[in-house]
Protein backbone atom coordinates (compact mmCIF):
# COMPACT_ATOMS: atom_id res chain seq x y z
CA UNK A 1 0.00 0.00 0.00
CA UNK A 2 3.17 2.32 0.94
CA UNK A 3 4.54 1.48 -2.73
CA UNK A 4 1.10 2.66 -4.30
CA UNK A 5 0.87 5.73 -2.23
CA UNK A 6 4.67 6.67 -2.95
CA UNK A 7 3.97 5.71 -6.67
CA UNK A 8 0.97 7.92 -7.09
CA UNK A 9 2.75 10.66 -5.48
CA UNK A 10 5.53 10.64 -7.95
CA UNK A 11 3.14 10.15 -10.94
CA UNK A 12 1.24 13.62 -9.28
CA UNK A 13 4.67 15.25 -9.45
CA UNK A 14 5.92 14.29 -12.62
CA UNK A 15 2.41 15.39 -14.05
CA UNK A 16 2.78 19.24 -12.27
CA UNK A 17 6.20 19.47 -13.47
CA UNK A 18 5.06 18.83 -17.01
CA UNK A 19 2.07 20.90 -16.83
CA UNK A 20 4.34 24.11 -15.34
CA UNK A 21 5.92 24.12 -18.68
CA UNK A 22 3.36 24.11 -21.21
CA UNK A 23 6.35 24.29 -24.19
CA UNK A 24 7.55 20.78 -23.01
CA UNK A 25 4.20 19.43 -23.73
CA UNK A 26 5.35 16.55 -26.18
CA UNK A 27 1.68 15.95 -27.41
CA UNK A 28 0.84 19.19 -28.48
CA UNK A 29 4.56 19.74 -30.03
CA UNK A 30 3.99 16.42 -32.03
CA UNK A 31 0.68 17.74 -33.74
CA UNK A 32 2.70 21.19 -34.12
CA UNK A 33 5.32 19.54 -36.21
CA UNK A 34 3.06 16.82 -37.34
CA UNK A 35 0.39 19.82 -39.17
CA UNK A 36 3.52 21.76 -40.55
CA UNK A 37 3.69 24.73 -38.05
CA UNK A 38 6.93 24.56 -37.00
CA UNK A 39 8.05 25.17 -40.30
CA UNK A 40 7.24 28.97 -39.82
CA UNK A 41 6.71 29.08 -36.21
CA UNK A 42 8.94 28.80 -32.77
CA UNK A 43 8.23 28.66 -28.86
CA UNK A 44 10.59 31.06 -28.30
CA UNK A 45 11.70 34.62 -29.53
CA UNK A 46 15.24 33.71 -29.77
CA UNK A 47 14.93 31.68 -32.96
CA UNK A 48 15.99 32.74 -36.16
CA UNK A 49 14.50 32.79 -39.78
CA UNK A 50 16.35 31.18 -42.99
CA UNK A 51 19.58 33.42 -43.44
CA UNK A 52 19.76 35.14 -40.38
CA UNK A 53 16.49 36.90 -41.08
CA UNK A 54 13.92 37.11 -38.66
CA UNK A 55 11.42 33.93 -38.20
CA UNK A 56 8.92 33.56 -41.11
CA UNK A 57 6.30 33.50 -38.60
CA UNK A 58 5.52 35.07 -35.16
CA UNK A 59 6.99 32.56 -32.10
CA UNK A 60 4.84 31.19 -30.29
CA UNK A 61 5.99 32.98 -27.00
CA UNK A 62 5.42 36.09 -28.73
CA UNK A 63 1.87 35.51 -30.15
CA UNK A 64 0.74 34.57 -26.01
CA UNK A 65 2.24 38.15 -25.05
CA UNK A 66 0.07 39.76 -27.52
CA UNK A 67 -2.89 37.78 -26.90
CA UNK A 68 -2.61 37.50 -23.02
CA UNK A 69 -6.30 38.21 -21.48
CA UNK A 70 -7.41 39.91 -25.07
CA UNK A 71 -11.37 38.42 -25.47
CA UNK A 72 -11.66 36.14 -28.33
CA UNK A 73 -8.42 35.82 -29.08
CA UNK A 74 -8.57 31.85 -29.10
CA UNK A 75 -11.58 31.89 -31.47
CA UNK A 76 -9.84 34.82 -33.55
CA UNK A 77 -6.27 33.03 -33.76
CA UNK A 78 -8.07 29.53 -34.46
CA UNK A 79 -9.54 31.15 -37.67
CA UNK A 80 -6.65 32.71 -38.85
CA UNK A 81 -4.97 29.35 -39.04
CA UNK A 82 -7.50 27.75 -40.25
CA UNK A 83 -8.25 30.54 -42.86
CA UNK A 84 -5.19 32.21 -42.96
CA UNK A 85 -4.59 35.87 -42.61
CA UNK A 86 -4.30 39.14 -44.50
CA UNK A 87 -0.54 40.57 -45.62
CA UNK A 88 -2.14 43.81 -45.73
CA UNK A 89 -3.26 43.88 -42.34
CA UNK A 90 -0.17 41.87 -40.74
CA UNK A 91 0.44 43.10 -37.31
CA UNK A 92 3.90 41.30 -37.02
CA UNK A 93 4.88 43.48 -40.13
CA UNK A 94 8.82 44.02 -39.79
CA UNK A 95 9.22 41.92 -36.58
CA UNK A 96 8.85 38.28 -39.20
CA UNK A 97 10.05 37.54 -42.56
CA UNK A 98 7.03 35.85 -43.83
CA UNK A 99 4.28 38.49 -45.36
CA UNK A 100 0.75 36.34 -43.84
CA UNK A 101 -0.13 32.82 -42.99
CA UNK A 102 -1.87 30.63 -45.72
CA UNK A 103 -4.62 28.69 -45.10
CA UNK A 104 -3.92 25.78 -43.00
CA UNK A 105 -7.49 23.64 -43.66
CA UNK A 106 -5.81 21.26 -45.54
CA UNK A 107 -2.87 20.59 -43.26
CA UNK A 108 -5.20 20.31 -39.56
CA UNK A 109 -8.34 19.90 -38.83
CA UNK A 110 -10.40 22.63 -36.87
CA UNK A 111 -10.69 20.59 -33.70
CA UNK A 112 -6.73 20.32 -33.61
CA UNK A 113 -5.86 23.91 -34.06
CA UNK A 114 -8.16 24.84 -31.38
CA UNK A 115 -6.12 22.60 -29.04
CA UNK A 116 -3.07 24.14 -30.47
CA UNK A 117 -4.13 27.83 -29.92
CA UNK A 118 -4.96 27.46 -26.33
CA UNK A 119 -1.70 24.99 -25.66
CA UNK A 120 -0.12 28.43 -27.70
CA UNK A 121 -1.61 30.82 -25.60
CA UNK A 122 -0.55 29.50 -22.13
CA UNK A 123 3.26 29.92 -23.43
CA UNK A 124 5.26 31.98 -21.47
CA UNK A 125 5.50 34.79 -22.63
CA UNK A 126 9.13 35.62 -21.79
CA UNK A 127 10.66 33.59 -24.12
Excluded: F
Aim: one cysteine or more; charged letters at 20%.
Amino acid sequence: MKAQILSLAALLVASSTAWADPANDKAMLELATHSGCMTCHQINSDAKGPDGLAPVGPPWSAVAAKYKGVHGAEKQLTHTVMTGSNPYASHWKGKVSGLAMPPNEVAIKEADARRLVHWILKLDSKG
